[in-house]
């Protein structure tokens, strides 16, 4: 992105304004992410690739639905642009928050950071959602109980990790896994907001304190396990000083359902990185799952 695209971006924002300096920052796998300056003004812009053009709605949608709900600290919605054809891509400016990715920067004290952490997922998890589904700007195909989302979701990433040519061993090994603990998936007695992606590449930290947690694409309404479950599983790997605060934080103690939703996060993300040609991963992945599954 170039001072003149940029200076599209934002014209209706500050007309009379001349954009100076063109960063990129942090982005995701589905957009590009910049920080865009003019004179003593700072926002961010996001844009999409095409293919995944319709996350941009639903992004603004979480981000307002978590200020509505006096969550934060998160970006305002500032402007969203899905004509591709007033700056070549679909765009979204939000208001920058101060920090550094929790991934790319060191703090003093770890376990306060996952306490914060916790807090703040507890206040998301506060919102309630009206049945169990991916949420686009409402619940798609919601379904009621928490048995039914779960067992439609594992069946179809065993089905997708089938096609991928996973292993078929590991396949069963899952499958049975599931079958034999689905009855905790009925301990969730009612849907709520998750994050679902509530990993150190999204926290923003300053001097010890969280000040944002970013990029919402991945919102889901379902069991507030799955989403603590995904934080260990991606950032806290298992480690007793993240994940104990991390709960602690959130006032809860340590739940079964938590081993159950760990296989699933890794049984997504095998699918994705093999749908994706990322072989690298998978081996990792596999034998992870494979250990997990593995009921002791």
């Known amino acids: 992105m170039d001072l003149l695209q940029a200076g599209q971006m934002l014209r ?37 690739a095409d293919k995944w053009r319709w996350k941009q709605a639903k992004e603004a949608h979480v981000y307002r639905l978590l200020a509505e709900h006096g969550v934060g600290p998160v970006p305002t919605v500032l ?6 054809d007033v700056a070549g891509r679909a765009f979204t400016v939000m208001t920058r928050l101060p920090g550094t990715p929790l991934s790319e920067t060191s703090v003093d004290d770890i376990a306060d950071v996952y306490r914060q952490l916790g807090r703040m997922l507890a206040t998301i998890h506060a919102i309630p959602q009206p049945g ?17 989302y779960m067992g439609r979701q594992f069946a179809k990433k065993l089905r997708e990790f089938r096609e991928l040519r996973g292993d078929a061993e590991l396949h069963d090994l899952v499958q049975t896994y599931v079958a034999a603990h689905s ?32 990029d919402s694409e991945n919102a889901l309404a379902g069991d507030p396990w799955l989403d603590l479950a995904k934080v260990d599983f991606y950032t806290a790997r298992g480690d007793a000083t993240r994940l104990d605060a991390l709960l602690d934080g959130y006032g809860a103690v340590p739940d079964e359902r938590m081993r159950l939703y760990k296989i699933y996060h890794a049984l997504e993300l095998w699918d994705w990185f093999a749908a994706s040609g990322e072989t690298e991963y998978l081996d990792g992945i596999a034998t992870e799952m494979a250990d997990l599954a593995a009921d002791a």
């Open 12 to 48: 209706p924002l500050w007309p009379d304004v001349a954009v100076t300096a063109v960063v990129p920052r942090t982005g995701s796998r589905l957009s590009t992410v910049y920080e865009v300056r003019a004179g003593d003004r700072t926002a961010i812009i996001k844009v999409y």
């Open 183 to 214: 009855d905790l998936f009925a301990r969730c007695p009612a849907p709520v907001l998750c994050r679902n992606d509530a990993h150190e590449g999204n926290v923003l930290v300053e001097d010890g304190k969280i000040t944002g947690l970013v």
């Open 132 to 148: 169990y589904g991916y949420i686009t700007t409402h619940v798609l195909d919601a379904v009621p109980d928490n048995t039914a």
């Open 79 to 84: 402007r969203v642009e899905p004509d591709a």
